[in-house]
């Protein structure tokens, strides 16, 4: 149960300290005291999400602890979570100004999952917001299968359907890509085969380029080769007849001195290397040929080649055998998408067929539970004030698979007699969803291992009788856990094990909340107060002893 709560530098609490025992413990406070000021701060330990805004002193982390006396259940939870257990066990958060939080077990720093896993365990708040939660679909399948052996079935078919949204959503996703492909399949096919045509893996792209700069000035390379060979071997001036009167003058000197015996033999090598030259520049000269078919060819490789560059904006070849390959790869991967769908559509059919079965089980649960879930809770309603009330609760199934199974459920209300049972949330006041509220609450809690549960103004809409009565049922909440109630009610405030006031004061000019507890006699005069309002008369003290009893 919830022993002890700490608040420090939240909103109007500068710091607050509180321990609350078993039973039923009873908080009041004037409207705007700060009693909502503490419940939000306590759906900080439940895991909900931090505002920096709600730190008064932002030179000041706030801090939120609420403290729990566990039973040795418990013990499993925490080894499994690799966390130290304590049966007085401290759960922490911290708002820092930055607005990060951190969350702790016992001084263990935790994830918010595993904060939210362990509190949810713990403790249930129930605001006065929430009492139309009881219109939901969602809501109403909880009441039910929480009271039915759907408690563990639940989550099981939860977890598959997850899995099995998951795995729609993945062959959707597959199936989508198998039509994007086949649209453009033709086009890719296309643009491989243009890409293989290019022979790109042969393809020279600078010996391309040389053969058509040559063929392209062929006459002017073919002039010039003619001229050049001419100044080479013409028969008076050409160079071959000079250097050969140069050799015949240097081999005759070389013979008088050694001394020109080098020159004499680098002169052999220029000769030699110049006659090699002659020879092959004769040879060019023979293979030069304006060929008109060989250049327009050679413009036709070019120019795809050149398109091929444009179309896919690249600049290389290189480039272009990545891009073949990418496609070749792509393509080939064609027949393993249709063999992946056809595998994924095969497991989907399985874990639907599986789900059918268990949603089977589901409502069958459900069906078993719900006689007994509308005799209890007439009873209940009955004792406060709907003696001619009725609650049915319908299933209907539907084709689709939900989060609940394969049905819908709708609980129908009838406050008086002679008219028809209608959905709850076209057939109820105010002060009767209270009571129904209440009533439900009552159920949960009987089939719940939760040790504590915070009930914020639940009595809302009624007085007098049922009031009083409203009170009589979460004193008989209280014997089985520890039942905080948020009420502006005197009949409820009277039914408390141990009373607390929440109270606004202006400390050194700044507003602060605080809750105290009340003694016996603090707690006749609180009592007192909300029968007879500001002035406490002796009427409203009497009024107030009867109710206390």
Same mark, same amino acid.
């Given at each position: 149960?919830?022993?002890?709560?700490?608040?420090?530098?939240?909103?109007?609490?500068?710091?607050?300290?509180?321990?609350?025992?078993?039973?039923?413990?009873?908080?009041?406070?004037?409207?705007?005291?700060?009693?909502?000021?503490?419940?939000?701060?306590?759906?900080?330990?439940?895991?909900?999400?931090?505002?920096?805004?709600?730190?008064?002193?932002?030179?000041?982390?706030?801090?939120?602890?609420?403290?729990?006396?566990?039973?040795?259940?418990?013990?499993?939870? *925490?080894?499994?979570?690799?966390?130290?257990?304590?049966?007085?066990?401290?759960?922490?958060?911290?708002?820092?100004?930055?607005?990060?939080?951190?969350?702790?077990?016992?001084?263990?720093?935790?994830?918010?999952?595993?904060?939210?896993?362990?509190?949810?365990?713990?403790?249930?708040?129930?605001?006065? *917001?929430?009492?139309?939660?009881?219109?939901?679909?969602?809501?109403?399948?909880?009441?039910?299968?929480?009271?039915?052996?759907?408690?563990?079935?639940?989550?099981?078919?939860?977890?598959?359907?997850?899995?099995?949204?998951?795995?729609?959503?993945?062959?959707?996703?597959?199936?989508?890509?198998?039509?994007?492909?086949?649209?453009?399949?033709?086009?890719?096919?296309?643009?491989?085969?243009?890409?293989?045509?290019?022979?790109?893996?042969?393809?020279?792209?600078?010996?391309?380029?040389?053969?058509?700069?040559?063929?392209?000035?062929?006459?002017?390379?073919?002039?010039?080769?003619?001229?050049?060979?001419?100044?080479?071997?013409?028969?008076?001036?050409?160079?071959?007849?000079?250097?050969?009167?140069?050799?015949?003058?240097?081999?005759?000197?070389?013979?008088?001195?050694?001394?020109?015996?080098?020159?004499?033999?680098?002169?052999?090598?220029?000769?030699?290397?110049?006659?090699?030259?002659?020879?092959?520049?004769?040879?060019?000269?023979?293979?030069?040929?304006?060929?008109?078919?060989?250049?327009?060819?050679?413009?036709?490789?070019?120019?795809?080649?050149?398109?091929?560059?444009?179309?896919?904006?690249?600049?290389?070849?290189?480039?272009?055998?990545?891009?073949?390959?990418?496609?070749?790869?792509?393509?080939?991967?064609?027949?393993?998408?249709?063999?992946?769908?056809?595998?994924?559509?095969?497991?989907?059919?399985?874990?639907?067929?599986?789900?059918?079965?268990?949603?089977?089980?589901?409502?069958?649960?459900?069906?078993?539970?719900?006689?007994?879930?509308?005799?209890?809770?007439?009873?209940?309603?009955?004792?406060?004030?709907?003696?001619?009330?009725?609650?049915?609760?319908?299933?209907?199934?539907?084709?689709?698979?939900?989060?609940?199974?394969?049905?819908?459920?709708?609980?129908?209300?009838?406050?008086?007699?002679?008219?028809?049972?209608?959905?709850?949330?076209?057939?109820?006041?105010?002060?009767?969803?209270?009571?129904?509220?209440?009533?439900?609450?009552?159920?949960?809690?009987?089939?719940?291992?939760?040790?504590?549960?915070?009930?914020?103004?639940?009595?809302?809409?009624?007085?007098?009788?049922?009031?009083?009565?409203?009170?009589?049922?979460?004193?008989?909440?209280?014997?089985?856990?520890?039942?905080?109630?948020?009420?502006?009610?005197?009949?409820?405030?009277?039914?408390?094990?141990?009373?607390?006031?929440?109270?606004?004061?202006?400390?050194?000019?700044?507003?602060?909340?605080?809750?105290?507890?009340?003694?016996?006699?603090?707690?006749?005069?609180?009592?007192?107060?909300?029968?007879?309002?500001?002035?406490?008369?002796?009427?409203?003290?009497?009024?107030?002893?009867?109710?206390?009893?």
């Amino acid at each position: 149960m919830l022993t002890r709560i700490f608040i420090q530098n939240f909103a109007l609490i500068d710091r607050l300290e509180i321990n609350l025992q078993e039973g039923l413990q009873v908080i009041t406070g004037e409207t705007g005291a700060g009693k909502s000021i503490i419940l939000g701060a306590l759906r900080l330990i439940l895991g909900e999400r931090a505002d920096v805004k709600s730190i008064s002193n932002s030179d000041s982390k706030s801090v939120v602890e609420a403290e729990f006396k566990l039973n040795e259940n418990f013990k499993n939870y *925490f080894e499994n979570q690799d966390l130290d257990y304590d049966s007085h066990t401290i759960i922490r958060r911290e708002i820092l100004s930055t607005g990060k939080s951190r969350a702790f077990i016992n001084d263990v720093p935790v994830t918010l999952d595993i904060l939210k896993q362990l509190s949810q365990r713990l403790i249930d708040i129930h605001s006065q *917001f929430e009492t139309s939660h009881i219109f939901n679909e969602d809501y109403q399948f909880k009441i039910i299968d929480g009271l039915s052996e759907n408690k563990n079935l639940l989550p099981i078919y939860q977890n598959e359907f997850s899995e099995y949204l998951k795995l729609k959503r993945h062959l959707e996703k597959l199936k989508t890509q198998l039509s994007e492909r086949n649209k453009e399949a033709d086009y890719k096919d296309f643009l491989l085969n243009e890409l293989l045509e290019a022979d790109l893996d042969q393809f020279d792209f600078s010996e391309l380029q040389n053969q058509l700069n040559t063929q392209e000035n062929a006459e002017l390379i073919s002039d010039n080769l003619a001229q050049i060979i001419q100044v080479f071997a013409q028969e008076d001036a050409g160079i071959f007849t000079q250097l050969s009167e140069a050799r015949i003058k240097l081999n005759k000197i070389s013979t008088l001195s050694n001394q020109f015996s080098d020159s004499q033999n680098r002169l052999e090598e220029v000769w030699l290397e110049l006659k090699d030259l002659l020879l092959e520049l004769e040879d060019e000269a023979e293979n030069i040929e304006i060929n008109g078919e060989l250049l327009q060819e050679l413009n036709l490789k070019l120019n795809k080649i050149n398109s091929l560059f444009l179309k896919h904006n690249v600049n290389s070849v290189e480039e272009l055998i990545d891009i073949r390959n990418e496609i070749s790869e792509n393509q080939s991967q064609f027949l393993d998408l249709e063999n992946e769908i056809s595998k994924v559509a095969k497991t989907l059919e399985d874990s639907y067929k599986n789900l059918e079965k268990t949603a089977k089980s589901l409502s069958e649960n459900r069906n078993k539970i719900i006689p007994i879930f509308t005799k209890k809770i007439e009873k209940i309603i009955k004792q406060l004030g709907l003696e001619k009330a009725k609650i049915e609760v319908e299933l209907s199934p539907t084709e689709k698979l939900s989060p609940f199974g394969k049905e819908t459920i709708q609980i129908l209300f009838q406050a008086n007699s002679g008219f028809p049972l209608m959905p709850i949330q076209n057939a109820i006041s105010g002060g009767e969803r209270s009571r129904v509220m209440l009533s439900i609450k009552k159920i949960m809690a009987e089939n719940s291992d939760l040790p504590s549960l915070i009930l914020d103004e639940i009595d809302t809409g009624v007085s007098g009788k049922i009031a009083e009565e409203m009170g009589n049922v979460m004193q008989e909440m209280a014997k089985d856990l520890q039942l905080i109630v948020i009420t502006h009610l005197a009949q409820v405030a009277a039914k408390g094990n141990n009373n607390y006031k929440v109270v606004k004061e202006d400390i050194s000019g700044k507003t602060q909340s605080k809750i105290i507890p009340l003694n016996e006699e603090e707690k006749l005069q609180e009592i007192a107060q909300l029968l007879s309002g500001s002035k406490i008369t002796e009427a409203a003290v009497s009024q107030a002893k009867e109710l206390i009893g």
